[in-house]
């Protein structure tokens, strides 16, 4: 399990690229002084991310926009301002935020995920629908990617091309009316713990796959599929601890997915801990796009402040 601080550093690794001079320098001098300034950006990002991580969000909003105020070019302190701002569901700052990630550094995809995300949570479609084509041309098999693309092509008057999309979506995740019970015979015996543990998945055979899905997790913990079935299996085989373990892990390759998010909140609300089930309640709700989604994520958010006996908050989400 990764600890909260190589969490931290290795967040701030992805995130932080380092703007290049246009001009060479032309001595040690002047280099060593670049350095460190880096240094310090460096630092003082490092510091506003341990204040984001430990819900001290005013204090990570002041850090964030002091960097940028010295360094107007540093990319990853208007994600992580983007990130305050959502939270707080001041979405139009937000997206503002994300414009000037991805104006700054245009291949970074989590920056465009972020941003196609905003724009259609603010209803921009014209906007997100050429970031999602993109997106989607590099992560062809995505199925969260996939439908808010196709989301898109419907709400902008193109339901044949969402109809495409669909297709391919069905193709990769069946829907649960094909999933039936296959005889133990049809389950591989050899092959990847991919494969076996969304077979077991598939023939409800949920403690097994629990087992054999994590397994394929070790081996790879970047796979979208893999953690949406293991999500899926921990929660069928009522083994919800094993999902809020892997917290770290999921959350440090998946910040922004709102599936996976609200997966987590509902194992920690199942486990008894309403506070931080809230909280990923939360964050997966500023990512939703999704109707059927977000409705379940207000259950969520429902129950988990009912659990926590706070009955006011409750009531917004009833």
Known sequence: ????????????????????????????????????????????????????????????????????TDAPKHAPSYYMLARIYA????FTESENALRQAVKLDKNNIWYQVALARACQKNGNYKDALPLWEKICREKTDNPEYLSALADCYQQSGKPEKADEIRNRINELMPSDANKTPKPSTTIPTSGSSKEQGIALLVAKDYAQAVDLLEQALREDDTDFEVWSAFAEATDKAKQWSRLTAKEEDLTTVFPQSAALLAALAHAYLQTGHPDKAIDFYKQAKSFSYDPELTKTIRKGLFDAYTQAGDSENAERYR
């Open 1 to 68: 399990m990764r600890k909260t601080l190589l969490l931290l550093l290795s967040v701030a690794l992805t995130l932080c690229v380092s703007a290049q001079s246009g001009k060479k320098t032309r001595n040690t001098a002047s280099n060593t002084k670049e350095a460190v300034t880096e240094r310090a950006i460096s630092n003082r990002f490092n510091h506003g991310l341990q204040q984001y991580y430990t819900a001290q969000y005013e204090e990570a909003l002041q850090s964030f926009s002091g960097i940028l």
């Open 87 to 90: 939270s707080r569901e001041q």
